[in-house]
């Protein structure tokens, strides 16, 4: 090519540059970042409205790091499928157990379920389909909240409490059924009670702290197990993990995100006739859905 009709085509690029319109963005907008939903610096909501003229379904995603750290951050391309069909979406925040131990993060997701059902008129949202997500500590608080019977309380002076925290259905991954170091040890041996997770729960600093004062923190450890609130008449839930089923559990990490901990509340729910999926690749899967979006996707929209 000659030097002058190489700088003929410079030219022509440096014009369509500079006249071109910019790329349309495909990030959807937050309609609201850091919105308060309680008291507290860390009970806060991300809340991106799905299009359309009808009430939209919701997700919420409840982020993990074992109570004790992680944000509501995440990768778009998590929640743009939900986005993409009609599904509002919400990320939140809750305070974490190495200041604040439980109940608090849980019921800070709880008061956050809560705090969007005020907003359906505002944010146009279908309060019978309200659908949990999460991983790890976030599915722990996501199966407890789908479980438990409903927090509401109608004689609250505080209108939010006096929402309800019934959802109707969770898909989670990696989920703590059970945060009891004595049920976690006799399923899964001794090295699943090196992770912070299951003493800070409790505002103990060490495990043998924890241990030491079970008795104490007895209830507790009860209370927020979810495999203790299983009964026929929850709405379904969707587990699935990893499938090293290795026993005793290898490490801290294997052991708090064990399979057996699903298989556990899987064959509890079974029993009890609770609509339950559990996805083990190569060991489990459901006869319906074929992984948790699938079965968001159908519990959310299918009439």
Known sequence: ???????????????????????????????????????????????????????????????GGGWTGGDKQQAPQRFFPFLKKGISYAAINYRLTGDHPLPAPVHDAARAVQFIRSKAAEWNIDTTRIALTGGSAGACTSMWLLLHDDLANPHADDPILRQSTRVCAAAVHGGQTSIDPRVLKAWLGPNVLKHRMINMAVGERTIQGALENYETHRKLYHEFSPYNHVDGDDPPLFMTYGNNMTLPSENAGHGIHHPLLGVHLKAKADDLGHECHLLIRGISKSDKYTNGNDFLFRKLLEP
Not at 8 to 14: A, D, E, K, N, P
């Open 1 to 63: 090519m000659s030097t002058l009709k190489q700088c003929f085509v410079v030219y022509l690029l440096s014009c369509s540059l500079l006249t071109a319109e910019p790329p349309a963005t495909t990030e959807p907008t937050p309609a609201h970042v850091d919105l308060p939903y309680g008291s507290h610096p860390l009970n806060v909501l991300d809340f991106w409205p799905a299009l359309g003229k009808t009430p939209r379904p919701l997700l919420i995603y409840i982020h």
